[in-house]
């Protein structure tokens, strides 16, 4: 007999952590978590400098894209978490919510109850804000939002450079100015990374009515006349049947999520054919409207050894770790990213759709490498990321088998105007570069070198050197139309007690990093759900 749950949720990430949390507060309903991935014990998860060493390990799926046609056939690697936590236990940890025009454009949409003031109440209500509070912040919440515990002398030359550059200094800007040059605040509490299980899943493991298994990989939602009542799972090399009374809950991510309905039989009905599955629904949009940010950057020589190009060399990173383990200061705290901007392309645009990040370390990406290529010698990396792409593609299956990977298409500069903005964006670094605060740091420009300077030549480096900035989104959208695979109260269109709650649920991308709007998912997700009124 197969076991039975009120709810079962898939994916222990950003949104399903926290739903885990919220369903499970009546002891009187059973929930059951699976997650593909293992537990959060390994040290780099919790250590903030950790992540850039998780890239290609068991904790992350290994996900390729196939080759980008606008992109000269390049592939990407274009990693996802799998562990508990999810993406925000491999994250670079920037608490991020994008713009009040974000949300409000999904509300206008049609998805009503999405709009900025419907929203900003959930995210309030996750948060415990160490430095900010009232009309914005929430400091009663289980996530810890932090200032960061030191600053690269980089970072803070970054932040003055921005400003001679004619970009104003904003001290909060997920609050009333997004725009401007900021220090990022950090999901970290006490110089540890928190994540979406260490914030809503570990307080609450104790509780007898909320299991959770890890190393279980959903392969099928079972779906009989058109109610999804439970799901199949492998762990350990065998096979589980799980029920659900209430609802089964897809928050798998937007890789992962279309690619589970799409082996459920829920889909577009052609393509699912065309590869040997049965269609248990049509439903075009799935897998479809795929969209992730693409960045280009800049890398300069540093005059200064005061960078942390080289501080993971194993006799340094020895020292970080000791006075990380005495203090919980220094360099081992630092996630890279410490200071970033907000920017507009153009006048035209109503808000800003270019963000710039400040790495005090030399780096550069190669295609399918697993972490980004550490250079010699000391030196900074400025990447620009077109926020509001409107290049769109798609998650397909290649055939029936769960264990095939899917094809992953971002399909990256398809839309022309995003080639554009990414030349603004190019140029804005090189602005902030040029600037006087810099001077006494930087020795010259590296990468690509100041030969490139025509908008044509500039087009071929970020066509060559274009990367991911991690934010695939937009996979099962929520909205009224065609291609909507989700209501506005996220139930997937045209069956019963499914739902996806997680960052495939935008109908566009937020502004910014999306982590945080992937928990107020899973917040708002868990209120509708529980049938509560807003918040
Ligand atoms: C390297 C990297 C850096 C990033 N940096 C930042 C940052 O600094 N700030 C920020 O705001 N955002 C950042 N992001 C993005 C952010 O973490 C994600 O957008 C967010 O976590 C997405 O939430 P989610 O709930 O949709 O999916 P996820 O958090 O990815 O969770 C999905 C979960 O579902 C599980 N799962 C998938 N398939 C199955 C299955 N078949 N069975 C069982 N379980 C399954 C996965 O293993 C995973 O645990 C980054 C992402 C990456 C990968």
Redesign the pocket.
Known sequence: MAKTYDYIV???????CVLANRLSADPGTSVLL????GRDVSPLVHIPAG?SML?GTKAN?IFDTVPQKFMRGRRMFL??????????A???????RGNRGDYDGWRDLGNKGWGYDDVLPYFKVQERNERLAGEYHGVDGELNVADQVQHNPMSNAFVRAAQEAGIPYTADPNGATQEGVFYHQVTQRKARRES?ATAFLHPVRKRRNLTVRTG????RILVTDKRAHGVV?ASGGKQFKVEATREVIL????I?SPR?LLLSGIGPADELRAIGIEPVHDLPGVGKNLHDQLEVYITAEAAEPVTYSGENRPHRAALHALQYLLYRTGPATA?I?EAGAFVHSSDDVAYPDIQLHMLPAYVVWKDLARSADKVDGHGITILACHIRPKSRGEVTLTCADPAAPPAVNPNYLSHPDDLDVAVKGFRWIRKVLAAEAFRPYLKQERLPGRQVETDEEIRDFIIQWGKTD??P?GSCKMGVDELAVVDPELRVRGIDGLRVI???IMPSIIS?????P?MMI?EKGAALVLGREPV
Not at 10 to 16: C, L, N, P
Not at 79 to 86: A, D, E, H, I, T
Not at 90 to 96: Q, R, S, T
Not at 512 to 516: P, R
């Open positions: 898939i994916g222990a990430g950003a949104a399903g699976l997650e593909a991935g992540f890239m799926w990693p996802q978490g799998k562990v508990l936590g999810g993406s925000t491999v994250n670079a940890m920037l608490y991020v979406a279980a990989d959903v392969t799972f928050s798998a991510g937007a992962n589970l996630t990213t991690y934010h989104v997680d960052s495939s910014g990093n999306t982590q945080a992937s899973g």
